[in-house]
């Protein structure tokens, strides 16, 4: 029996850069960091390294996707079909009350979310 | 045939304290985060004393721990949620509860439901029901793992990308993923909101249907909800036309995969229904837009764990950027941050247009393309998953490789079509094996009917 599906899709579909990752798409480590600025998470140098690697391997697999011919295509942003769903502009409280938000925060203080210094 | 008529007419304080029981035989599995036992067995003495009334009075049920639910924290399984106490349910729980029904605990997940098999929580993978060194499958991997034990008649589940068919394949039971926007998502953790939907497991079809019934629904919470159409209908059509993707029954799938989907393919014949070989070469690519629209979407979504109004937030920091930084990056897992840094690159400026853009365009495609099939065949079926639950850490190591066994569930979500995986018996070492189902948008009751009819065969 097998369970290990590397095999499989190299049968299947014979992606590019499958296995042997021998033209990744090349993302420096400048932009890792970058990239991890954008996403607002601080890494450490190891978390780094490792993202530099996947992030490369990853972006080279979903890099088939510019083989597809889409000229004249509408993009699919959403799958209800559904526009403007409207409801009376009245305010609910949804039965949530404001104690057992603000009772949520790491740190409040009177009824307000304390955080450091913005500036 | 039904577990959950086993359940109904009893003391819901033993239903409840047998639930519990079960729960704290099978710790080993780690299916569960957390009980909710105490206020389970208040519902319970509530619904014996008949202030709780319904159609699932005095059935326990699990959730999975993205659902907001009182009586025990909604983690995610991640360390940024894991202190964290929900200051709503969900509708979906909430509904249930509205027939009686009582949750006794939360399920284990890939951390924000991001994976293919629970080992990225962050508290631990849940163990396969039937193997314990493989893997439960995911992300809903302790939804099915309690409900494959019969620790309790039906589980709730998440399926964005494959999240409730492929645990269900891996342990022997039906998971549903319905249409898109049947089931509303208020109060469940958010991941890729143009194909996240909620949705079953049971150990046969009808219960399936009872809780979708009860589940779904048009809900004002949620923009994104379907006006009501779900009802569930006694028999299936006769005489169904049925494709069997070609692209999916290649020699590269497992052999006791091919096997047993082509045994099922045999019982469908044998029941009067035609099936044919089709063809559906886009598969090709839909992982690749998966993993594009998806990292998207769940980027944005989880902005919104800062560290600031509620979760984690790191210690010792001096500035608020330093404050989301560090809050992100101890309450995150590794596939969390990945995720989202993906998402970061592909709708960062100078990109959009080849990826995101490109992505959402090859979705059309592969909706026209199952529109075009849909057009002869009622139903469109093949294997859930490739191979047979792996082993635990088999694939851990390689991102990519634990993204493909998502390549035959990836489909129905990106076209929000409904689809179920339903047991279609075992390999011969005893693993389960999942075929899965497909039909057109809103056909759900059909495409569950077809399946039911199928177990009586």
């Keep these: ?119 | 045939m039904s577990k959950i008529a086993d359940f109904i007419g009893k003391s819901a304080r033993q239903n409840v304290v047998d639930a519990l029981k079960r729960a704290k035989e099978n710790e080993q599995y780690h299916a569960l985060l957390n009980l909710t036992e105490e206020r389970a067995l208040e519902r319970a003495d509530a619904v014996d004393r008949g202030e709780i009334t319904g159609r699932l009075a005095g059935v326990p049920f699990v959730v999975k721990d993205n659902f907001l639910a009182y009586g025990a924290p909604t983690t995610a399984a991640s360390k940024i949620l894991e202190n964290f106490n929900a200051p709503l349910q969900a509708t979906a729980v909430e509904k249930l509860e509205a027939e009686g029904a009582i949750c006794i605990g939360k399920a284990n997940l890939d951390a924000f439901a991001h994976g293919g098999s629970t080992e990225n929580s962050a508290f631990g993978p849940s163990l396969n029901a039937y193997d314990k060194t493989r893997v439960a499958g995911g992300s809903s991997g302790g939804s099915a793992v309690v409900t494959a034990l019969d620790i309790v008649p039906f589980a709730l589940g998440s399926d964005t990308g494959g999240s409730i068919r492929e645990p269900a394949s891996f342990n022997g039971v039906v998971g549903i993923k319905p249409t898109y926007g049947t089931v509303s998502r208020y109060g469940v953790v958010a991941m890729a909101s143009s194909t996240d939907v909620i949705g079953s497991f049971t150990t046969n079809v009808a219960d399936g249907e009872l809780v979708m019934d009860i589940i779904a629904g048009l809900d004002r919470k949620d923009m994104t909800t379907l006006p009501d159409f779900f009802k569930p209908i006694d028999t299936a059509k006769k005489g169904q036309k049925i494709g069997l993707i070609k692209e999916f029954m290649t020699d590269g799938v497992d052999d006791e995969v091919l096997a047993r989907t082509n045994e099922y393919v045999e019982k469908l014949r044998a029941a009067g229904h035609t099936v044919e070989e089709v063809s559906l070469p886009i598969v090709a690519h839909t992982l690749a837009m998966y993993y594009i629209i998806v990292p998207a979407e769940l980027s944005s979504n989880l902005a919104r764990y800062d560290g600031i109004r509620y979760g984690h937030r790191a210690e010792g920091v001096k500035t608020l950027a330093e404050l989301y930084g560090r809050s992100r990056d101890e309450g995150f897992v590794t596939e969390n941050k990945r995720r989202i840094m993906i998402g970061s690159y592909v709708l960062s400026s100078g990109f959009f247009d080849a990826y995101y853009l490109q992505a959402q365009k090859a979705r059309t495609l592969l909706i026209n393309d199952l529109n075009k099939l849909f057009e002869t065949y009622d139903v469109l079926m093949g294997p859930t998953v490739p191979t047979p639950a792996f082993k635990l850490g088999e694939n851990t190591g390689d991102p990519i490789k634990m993204y493909l066994a998502d390549i035959m569930t990836v489909p129905a979500s990106l076209a929000g079509i409904p689809a179920l995986s339903v047991p279609a018996g075992k390999s011969a070492s005893g693993l389960p094996i999942g075929v899965q189902l497909m039909a057109p948008r809103r056909s759900d009751a059909q495409l569950f009917a077809l399946a039911r009819s199928m177990e009586e065969a």
């Design chain 1, 1 to 119: 029996m097998r369970t290990n599906i590397a095999p499989y899709l190299g049968a299947m579909f014979s992606f590019r850069g499958w296995g042997i990752i021998d033209y990744m798409t090349q993302i420096s480590r400048d932009d890792v960091q970058h990239l991890a600025q954008l996403s607002a998470l601080q890494l450490s140098d190891d978390e780094i390294d490792n993202m530099q690697t996947d992030i490369g391997n990853i972006l080279e697999y979903v890099n088939q996707l510019s083989e597809l011919d889409t000229s004249g295509v509408e993009p699919t942003y959403q799958l209800t079909d559904l526009e403007n769903v409207w409801r009376a502009d009245v305010v609910d409280d949804y039965g949530i009350n404001r104690d057992d938000l603000i009772a949520l925060a790491p740190d409040s203080d009177k009824n307000q979310i304390k955080v450091p210094k913005v500036l």
